[in-house]
């Protein structure tokens, strides 16, 4: 992404279209693209300032509403799935999201869903079997 414009420059295309220069001939003249030029003659008009806006998206999500909530129900629940989740969101508040959005919305918020300790303990469900308990299995020739 380009750096952005000094203010400087930005006020002096301004001066130059208040003084009677289009936004064009003014931009040519500075050097910058007319696009912005207008952009920013808009923006004095507007607000007064040629300042520019935040360079962060807006938050899109549904879910950002929500977020108390959801934040909420993960921490009573820590074992809460994405699809349980889910469900709750459409039951409790009448909101349709995908797992993805969920998912998303969380990776957002630096709450992630590694497994906890108790399910380390808990082992896997298949797993190898140690070399010792194999050489007792019958039919296997130690040799």
Known sequence: MPKACSNDLRERV???VEAGA????????FGVAPSSAIKWVARWRERGDVSPGSSRGRIRSPLHAHREWLLDQVAATPGLTLAELRERLAAERGLSAGIAAIWSFFRREGVSFKKNAAAVRAGQARRRAPANELAALPGRHQG
Request: with cysteine; net charge positive.
């Open 14 to 16: 301004v001066k130059a």
């Open 22 to 29: 289009s936004c064009r001939s003014a931009a040519l003249r």
